[in-house]
């Protein structure tokens, strides 16, 4: 080949390269377009729309596998009240030339709402015109990685999965959070939505951090309210069933009614009530009911009711037997109760509690009486404690309840500390603290009466 010859050869193959090059590029650029000189466009409208500040990082459209559209970090709200790490959406290509265009899936990575963005969702979901046709219809949503944020506790992270009719409705949908440990399917019926929840191994995100070896909740539920035939849960080595019903068309409003059996306290206790140490097997139907405008005020605004017992347990703190035996020292604080059986009548209203018609039973001693709790978890009431003593034989000893729920106090009513000491320095031990301190519950009862019948 002649020198001349070189040059035409060589500029042909740059001349090819360079188209490769291009057409290369031609390709690869309708797979990887950006978007983002659209964003400043779409925040306004979106900003419009839910009368918050939106803020998007980038928006690119992608064709491998299938054509979509990616766009990455979106904020919502001046404190980030939602975040988003990705949202993919997979459109029908063929829909876009018509007027419904059809979304077929919309993945949504990483998504934090907060309590203040939950709050608003109902208000964010209005349309201006219910009425008008929808311009986008969307088959299925998926959640990965989610996670809300509530005022006082957090839920998730979890994944969720929505799939949607022709008309927009859901067909199903699924929560799981991402340990396993809790599904949700909701399944749309006629005028109202099917709920299946099991757990294993779970704690309530909200509440007490109650543990559920197994709960299964089955239910209905409308826009406005729900109402769930079965509630079983086994916790603590016995079970609970029961049903209930919420609603929040205005506020708040919950009420149902359990039936526990053979519950045991020793770990349950300290956490429905901090600072109060129990054990034993409960037995008890509570029936419960709450009214309040948010959920924050749900549980100051519950009721509880209900007649219980609990065997076989100890209560930790205060010890009966010997605050009815020491009548003339004021040492009663510490100790523990043992009892056979434990029974009464339970009231427990905005955070205050009142026990009545409580008995004890345990070998030598017995009592009865009634204790009430503040909210402020201050103690205050009567305890009659029957026991057999040394000399002092089946003693009916009166005594106060007072202190606090952690540091409770027994002391022997005024009366019969008195009396007692009287008889003791007169008779001596024994006989004569008994027969002064059944001489001063004589004179309480005789003089108290009046005082009692003005309360």
């Avoid at 709050?119 to 996670?147: C, G, H, M, Q, Y």
């Avoid at 405008?293 to 009721?303: G, H, I, M, V, W």
């Avoid at 309480?444 to 009046?450: I, T």
Wanted: no cysteine.
């Amino acid at each position: 080949m002649t020198l001349s010859a070189k040059y035409p050869m060589k500029w042909l193959k740059r001349v090819l390269i360079t188209l490769v090059a291009l057409l290369a590029i031609a390709i690869a650029v309708p797979f990887f377009v950006t978007l983002d000189d659209y964003i400043p466009r779409i925040e306004k409208e979106v900003t419009a729309k839910l009368k918050e500040p939106v803020s998007i990082k980038s928006i690119k459209f992608v064709a491998l596998p299938l054509p979509h559209v990616t766009v990455d970090g979106i904020t919502v709200g001046k404190a980030g009240d939602v975040k988003v790490g990705k949202v993919t959406a997979t459109p029908d290509l063929f829909s876009l030339l018509s007027a419904t265009k059809v979304i077929r899936s919309i993945e949504i990575k990483s998504l934090v709402l907060t309590q203040k963005a939950i709050d608003k969702i109902p208000v964010w979901s209005k349309t201006d015109d219910a009425k008008s046709p929808a311009l986008v219809r969307i088959e299925s949503i998926r959640l990965d990685d989610a996670l809300l944020k509530l005022d006082k506790a957090s839920f998730g992270p979890f994944d969720a999965r929505v799939n949607l009719d022709p008309k927009g409705e859901p067909e199903d949908a699924s929560i799981t959070t991402q340990d396993g440990k809790l599904k949700i399917f909701v399944k749309p019926g006629k005028s109202n939505y099917l709920i299946d929840a099991t757990a294993k191994a779970w704690k309530a995100p909200v509440g007490p951090a109650i543990l559920f070896d197994e709960l299964i909740v089955k239910g209905v539920a409308t826009l406005n309210d729900a109402s769930f035939s079965q509630v079983s849960a086994k916790l603590y080595g016995g079970t609970i069933t029961g049903n209930a019903t919420a609603g929040w068309l205005k506020g708040l409003q919950i009420k149902g009614n359990l039936d526990i059996n053979q519950v045991e306290l020793k770990s349950l206790v300290p956490l429905l009530a901090p600072g109060t140490n129990m054990s034993g097997k409960l037995n008890a139907k509570p029936v419960f009911s709450a009214a309040a405008a948010t959920a924050n005020q749900l549980a100051n605004a519950l009721r509880l009711e209900t007649s219980f017992n609990v065997r076989d347990g100890v209560l930790h703190g205060v010890d009966i037997q010997k605050a009815a035996t020491n009548l003339i020292k004021k040492d009663s604080g510490g100790g523990e109760t043992r009892f056979d059986v434990l029974s009464g009548h339970l009231v427990m209203e905005r955070e205050a509690q009142r026990f009545t018609d409580l008995k004890i039973v345990s070998g030598a001693l017995g009592a009865d009486g009634n204790v009430n709790i503040s909210a402020r978890k201050e103690l205050s009431g009567r305890i009659n404690a029957s026991l057999k003593a040394g000399k002092i034989t089946a003693a009916n000893v009166p005594l106060n309840v007072s202190g606090t729920v952690e540091h409770p106090m027994l002391l022997p009513t005024g009366a019969t500390m008195a009396g007692a000491a009287v008889g003791t320095a007169i008779l001596g031990p024994g006989v004569g603290t008994s027969i002064g301190m059944k001489a001063g519950q004589f004179a309480e009862k005789l003089f108290g009466r009046k005082e009692e019948n003005k309360r």
